[in-house]
T-cell receptor, first 110, second 114 residues
Framework: LAKTTQPISMDSYEGQEVNITCSHN???????ITWYQQFPSQGPRFIIQ???TKVTNEVASLFIPADRKSSTLSLPRVSLSDTAVYYC???????????FGTGTRLQVFP | DTEVTQTPKHLVMGMTNKKSLKCEQH?????MYWYKQKAKKPPELMFV???????INESVPSRFSPECPNSSLLNLHLHALQPEDSALYLC?????????????FGSGTQLSVL
C-alpha cells in the first residue's frame, strides 16, 4: 500500500485558494488517489478522486502530474466552513484495505 | 438515502460492561467498515466486511467482536474494554470493497471507558 505524506497543518484566509499537496512516491500503477474532509466529531466525507491529470467537481480540483508521485487538492475561495482536516488516500482499485494518512489540518481565518 | 446511521452517538461504559455499537445503511452497499479514531489522529482501520463476510481484521484485540447480520447492518460488540479504548468509532460503507470506491461514513459513536 502506498504511504502518503501531507503537511500537518495549513492556515489561510477567507476567499483565498488553498492547495494541499500529498506525496505518494511508491504509488502503484493501479492505485487511485482520493481525498476526504473531516470536521470535528464527524466521519470523513468524500471530496474528490482521481487517477491522472486533472479532476474537477463542484467543491474542489485534483491535480495529478504525469509521474503520479504526488497530488494536489485545490480548494477555490475557501470560507470559514472549510476549516477541517483533509486526508489523502492512495489505494489499489481491488483492495478493501483503505488506510488514512496523517491528514492536513486547515484553519481558515476571517 | 445516502446516510450511514450509527447508534448510540455517545456511550460510557465500565471495564466489566458488555455493550454493542450499531451501524445501518440502506444504500445497497456490500462492504462495511469499522474504524477507530483517537483525538487528533487519523481513522485507523479495524475490520472490513465484504458481502457479509469478514475480509479484514487488522489484528484487533478480541475484546472487540464485529458482526454483520445482513448487508445493511454492522455491529461491534464490546466486552472488557480498557480505558485506552476510549475513542470515536466510525462505521463506513461502500458499493463494493474496492480501493476506488467512495466511502460513506457515519457520524460515529464517541466511546468513553471508565
Amino acid at each position: 500500500l502506498a504511504k502518503t505524506t501531507q503537511p500537518i497543518s495549513m492556515d489561510s484566509y477567507e476567499g483565498q485558494e488553498v492547495n494541499i499537496t500529498c506525496s505518494h512516491n511508491n504509488i502503484a500503477t493501479n492505485d487511485y488517489i482520493t481525498w476526504y474532509q473531516q470536521f470535528p466529531s464527524q466521519g470523513p466525507r468524500f471530496i474528490i478522486q482521481g487517477y491522472k491529470t486533472k479532476v474537477t467537481n463542484e467543491v474542489a480540483s485534483l491535480f495529478i502530474p504525469a509521474d503520479r508521485k504526488s497530488s494536489t487538492l485545490s480548494l477555490p475561495r475557501v470560507s470559514l466552513s472549510d476549516t477541517a482536516v483533509y486526508y489523502c488516500l492512495v489505494a489499489l482499485y481491488n483492495t478493501d484495505k483503505l488506510i488514512f494518512g496523517t491528514g492536513t489540518r486547515l484553519q481558515v481565518f476571517p | 438515502d445516502t446516510e450511514v446511521t450509527q447508534t448510540p452517538k455517545h456511550l460510557v461504559m465500565g471495564m466489566t460492561n458488555k455493550k454493542s455499537l450499531k451501524c445501518e445503511q440502506h444504500m445497497g452497499h456490500r462492504a462495511m467498515y469499522w474504524y477507530k479514531q483517537k483525538a487528533k489522529k487519523p481513522p485507523e482501520l479495524m475490520f472490513v466486511y465484504s458481502y457479509e463476510k469478514l475480509s479484514i481484521n487488522e489484528s484487533v484485540p478480541s475484546r472487540f467482536s464485529p458482526e454483520c447480520p445482513n448487508s445493511s447492518l454492522l455491529n461491534l460488540h464490546l466486552h472488557a474494554l480498557q480505558p485506552e479504548d476510549s475513542a470515536l468509532y466510525l462505521c463506513a460503507s461502500s458499493q463494493t470493497a474496492q480501493g476506488n470506491e467512495k466511502l460513506f461514513f457515519g457520524s460515529g459513536t464517541q466511546l468513553s471507558v471508565l
